[in-house]
């Protein structure tokens, strides 16, 4: 059974178009990066509201300030390792400490870049924009998300970070599905083990509580796509019904969603769990499933780790 | 109202080093240099902004970028009125309304945060971009220092406002050839800098930054100018007006002792120009 595959960015364009058809205020900002992030559809369809920055990732943040700050609305894109890495202390001092309305994509993140290698995997971004006072960072599961995401970035006040990759991903949700900002999504119910997944990890585990259901293994698999505000009740309850946990993320296994849920059942319940991400290292060239399944961000691995911690219990 | 610019720059000379000296810690030097320029902007007929409605929405903007210079920048706000003088004397002070380090939340007047170097100037080119999309006439002004100039993206900023033909842009740059460590010519020399800024297409200004009615002029000038982004090249002394911090990089940031205050204010309050 083939499944139907969509990158996410297509879903960052469409959302960056339909929110300027709307408001003309909006404007998209990229460093020469535009057709691979897709606010080269901007470009295309509404010139006056897109800027190409050039290859000057601080100078896009700081201009995005300045843009905000001015009463427009900007939405900022290129690869996550420059976005957010490049030009973090933009990020930082210019933008979240104004607490500026400036909405900022990250494109290409993750292990699954593939054959550029570790210098274009961004595994960091998200632990870098979460520590960020003001920020709200998600990582969406699909191009349905990513679009909502996006959309639901304009409608609230001050800085924002969406992440997500480069390869066609698995359709997981549709224009239906409920998406709220700082309300994780509960994908599947189950009794034995939650898995918290974003991103890409969000198929692989819902692949992975079919498998484990075959050896009588009940898994929740919940979507937590909103890193920050992380929404504790959610995590909670999803730890005090199975009694251990797998966070999955395509991204380091320090200061990302595993370690914003381990922070929230540290203070709230704390419960077993295992950490599904990259193990402090960089990555390397290679085609992209090639590269999950070195890195074990992929169904087998969570397989073992709900069992694993299923035995902690 | 009529200002005396010259006695207004005395009274922000004595500002700077009374609050510093009252905080105990500071940037006299660069504080020190900026003084006219920053008088010419807020008291010479330059700047539209309206102390009674910081928040006016037709208000002319200006980004500090160097953010330690922040106790010129109070002093002039205070003298505008944005704010009491006496919270002067609270600067660096825990609950103050006045930050080490600018912060737009905690300042009436203040447009945006700075203190870490090298940013304003892509601030003010985007605050500058929405002007002309949203076609509204206000003009952006933006502070730096000689030695900031060092970080390379001023040098983005500086290649991307003559792109988008920003002469609603005006950069200022405190030209007082000394930073923390030592001389910018010893450090990373700006040879040929109004020609550095010429060759990324600004319309380049020379002045004397210690002629305020020099900088008046200068600004209106750069006004006038269409289609590109001007600069002035302020040629200023760092620490102005004290002796003993001129053109000493230890007065960068450094606070002056009770005994330093008097001899100081002393030669503010002499000065004859």
Known sequence: ?313 | MEVNLKEMCRTVREDILTMIHAAGSGHPGGSLSSVEIMVALYFGDVMKVDAKNPDWNDRDRFILSKGHVAPVLYSVLARKGFFPVEELGTLRKFGSILQGHPHKAHTPGLECSAGSLGQGLSVANGIALAFKKLGTGQRVYCLMGDGELQEGQIWEAAMFAPQQKLDNVCAIVDYNHVQLDGTVEEIKSLDNLPARWNDFGWNVIEVDGHDVNALVHAFKLAALTKDRPSVLIAHTVKGKGVSFMEGDCNWHGNCPNAEQLAQALAEVRGATS
């Open chain 1, 1 to 313: 059974m083939s499944v139907k595959k969509i990158p996410m960015r297509d879903g960052y364009g469409k959302a960056l178009l339909e929110l300027i058809a709307a408001n003309p205020k909006v404007i998209a900002l990229d460093a020469d990066v535009a057709k691979s992030t897709r606010s080269g559809w901007v470009k295309d369809k509404f010139p006056d509201n897109f800027i190409d920055m050039g290859i000057a990732e601080q100078d896009l943040a700081g201009t995005a300030a300045g843009l905000a700050l001015g009463g427009m609305l900007p939405f900022t894109s290129t690869y996550a390792v420059f976005m957010a890495g490049r030009a973090w202390d933009e990020i930082r001092t210019t933008i979240c400490y104004n607490n500026l309305n400036v909405k900022i994509a990250g494109a290409h993140a993750g292990i699954s870049v593939g054959p550029d290698g570790a210098t274009h995997q961004a595994l960091e971004d998200v632990a870098i924009m979460r520590v960020l006072p003001n920020m709200t960072v998600v990582c969406p599961c699909d191009a349905e998300e990513t679009r909502k995401a996006t959309l639901a970035f304009a409608k609230i006040d001050g800085p924002c970070y969406v992440r997500f990759g480069r390869e066609a991903v698995p359709v997981v949700t549709d224009e239906t599905t409920p998406f709220e900002l700082g309300k994780a999504r509960l994908c599947r119910e189950g009794s034995d083990v939650a898995i918290i997944a974003c991103g890409a990890m969000v198929y692989e585990s819902l692949e992975a509580a079919k498998v484990l259901a075959d050896e009588n293994i009940s898994a929740e698999v919940i979507d937590l796509h909103t890193v920050k505000p992380i929404d504790v009740d959610a995590v909670v309850a999803a730890a005090k019904k199975c009694g251990c946990v797998v966070t999955a993320e395509e991204h380091q296994i320090f200061g990302g969603m595993g370690s914003a849920v381990a922070e929230c059942l540290a203070k709230n319940f704390p419960a077993p769990q295992e950490f599904i991400a990259i193990q402090d290292t960089f990555g390397e060239s290679g085609q992209p499933q090639e590269l999950m399944d070195a890195y074990g961000l992929n169904q087998s691995s969570i397989v073992a780790a709900a069992k694993k911690v299923i035995a902690r219990k």
